[in-house]
């Protein structure tokens, strides 16, 4: 026999408790993530402006038009709200570098990816969103900016979000020159990544510098030349170690 199919007044099949259910939280979900995502773009804007401690609570749910009790709600203070801002792009832009590196060294031929080929697949999803991405994630990059550049943030958090894609790219490079040392290696990625962080920051510096002859909100031109200039400096210096090795 078939199931009985209850219908209400006007003989339409009548919604279960499930289905009610359904219905009432499928708005409140959609307003919930809403919310979440404003107070996430609200912390970014803010903690990039003026740093986590200059920023409290209220001022973050008053930018994102919430009540402040839902940074609690949805994240537990203030420093778990940092974190999620932290995570929210990191997770993006390392799987996207992930994807990179993967189709670069896919597609290579027998001899395997360049140097230069390499490090332009480290910097290009970090560059292209600098340029290209927003206001959000100029704000992102600002904010990575800062909290390298500080004893107190920086190796924690580089460690935690970051370590694991940068480790893949030393891992990519390491096969593709053997004679470079490990720790040239990890001297080469310093340089790199102060000289990715000046970039985020666009301090003017070169443009006063130059006269106007270089802006530092030029991120196309510093994508035309940063994977050269940082591939020469690691292959001089795996050349070094060979010239060391042949003469010891």
């Not at 999620?84 to 990816?113: F, H, K, S, W, Y």
């Not at 970051?162 to 990519?172: G, H, M, Q, T």
């Not at 030029?218 to 994508?223: E, G, K, L, M, P």
């Amino acid at each position: 026999m078939p199931p009985q199919i209850a219908v209400d007044a006007r003989g339409k099949p009548a919604k279960t408790a499930a289905m009610r259910t359904k219905t009432r939280t499928r708005p409140q979900n959609r307003r919930g993530e809403k919310t979440r995502s404003a107070l996430l773009d609200a912390a970014e804007t803010l903690f990039a402006e003026t740093g986590f401690y200059a920023v409290t609570v209220r001022q973050i749910a008053q930018k994102a038009g919430a009540d402040p009790a839902l940074v609690t709600y949805y994240f537990g203070g203030k420093r778990e709200l940092f974190d999620a801002v932290l995570l929210r792009r990191a997770t993006e832009l390392n799987a996207i570098r992930q994807q990179e590196l993967e189709r670069l060294e896919a597609n290579a031929g027998p001899d395997g990816p360049s140097v230069e080929e390499i490090i332009n697949a480290f910097t290009h999803p970090l560059l292209d969103r600098t340029a290209n991405g927003g206001p959000g994630w100029k704000s992102y990059f600002a904010l990575i900016g800062q909290i390298t550049n500080t004893p107190e943030w920086g190796a924690a958090v580089m460690n935690k979000y970051f370590d694991p894609i940068v480790i893949r790219f030393l891992e990519s490079l390491k096969r593709k020159i053997p004679d470079c040392s490990e720790e040239d290696l990890f001297w080469s990625y310093h340089f790199l990544s102060g000289a990715l962080v000046l970039t985020f920051a666009q301090t003017g510096r070169i443009d006063v510098l130059s006269e106007g002859l270089c802006k530092s909100s030029d991120i196309a031109s510093v994508h035309e030349r940063m994977p050269g200039f940082i591939a020469a400096g690691i292959l001089h210096l795996q050349e070094r170690a060979r010239n060391r090795k042949a003469t010891s």
